[in-house]
């Protein structure tokens, strides 16, 4: 490692990870993006974003997107990593499902496209896109371009999918809140609940949010 790589890596631990990212990982440039193959017939998408420091280290951060009707589920983030580490991660993903290599610009595109549908209903993103990873991402401005990205169900409902992330109780939650939103019989669930009956008094309208907020905050989301 030459001088000038040493120095730089000197100064990018004065910042911890998270401070680092929120700060300056904009100024890396974006190598590579993974999503898997089938992610707009799913509704869900697993979206890998890779920057590559002076360095040669990468700082990358993935995104799980329910684009049908719950925003950004998931995201981590791995700060200055070796390639042996990015290379283990992305046979991690090659494991799990068939992936592609995308563009940012559609990258970008479908975790914003998620969000905003997904705010309409009163969903809130991951606690971690919030407060680390949607720095790592480009200001959401003219600078990307617009790529339409469809949300929802075919008519552009949200449709409740489970797939494994939440409680039966979270669910319940999730339903009474499209109930409130959207409206009965403006949205799709697919789901299995165990053959329970649905209560639609199991919680009061403005109780969800903050219900939600603590399962979210827990990571169950």
């Known amino acids: 490692m030459s001088k000038k790589q040493k ?11 998270e401070n680092y990212i929120r700060k300056k990982s904009r100024n890396l440039p974006v190598v590579k993006c993974v999503i898997n ?9 697993s979206i890998l974003i890779v920057r590559q420091h002076s360095n040669g280290n990468y700082t990358f951060c993935s995104y799980l997107v329910d684009k049908s009707c719950l925003g950004v589920k998931d ?3 791995w700060f200055n990593e070796p390639q042996e580490v990015l290379d283990k991660y992305e046979t ?13 610009a559609l990258a970008h595109n479908i975790i914003f496209a998620a969000l905003e549908f997904a705010e309409e209903y009163g969903f809130k993103p991951h606690r971690d896109f919030t407060s680390v ?8 401005d003219d600078n990307v371009p ?16 489970n797939t494994g992330y939440e409680t039966p109780e979270l669910q319940k939650r999730i339903i009474c809140q499209l109930e409130k939103t959207a409206g009965k019989g403006n949205y ?20 969800f949010e ?11 989301v």
Request: glycine share 4%.
């Open 7 to 17: 120095q730089n890596v000197q100064k990018q631990t004065l910042l911890s990870p």
């Open 37 to 45: 193959k089938y992610w707009n017939e799913s509704g869900l998408a």
């Open 75 to 77: 995201t981590m983030y």
């Open 92 to 104: 991690d993903i090659v494991e799990q499902y068939e992936s592609e290599e995308i563009s940012y």
């Open 133 to 140: 990873t949607q720095y790592f991402l480009e200001e959401d």
């Open 146 to 161: 617009l790529i339409d990205v469809h949300c929802g169900n075919a008519d552009g409902k949200p449709a409740y999918m």
């Open 188 to 207: 799709d669930i697919y789901i299995n609940m165990d053959n329970d009956r649905l209560d639609e008094n199991y919680l009061y309208e403005d109780e």
């Open 210 to 220: 903050e219900e939600y907020d603590d399962k979210n905050d827990n990571n169950e």
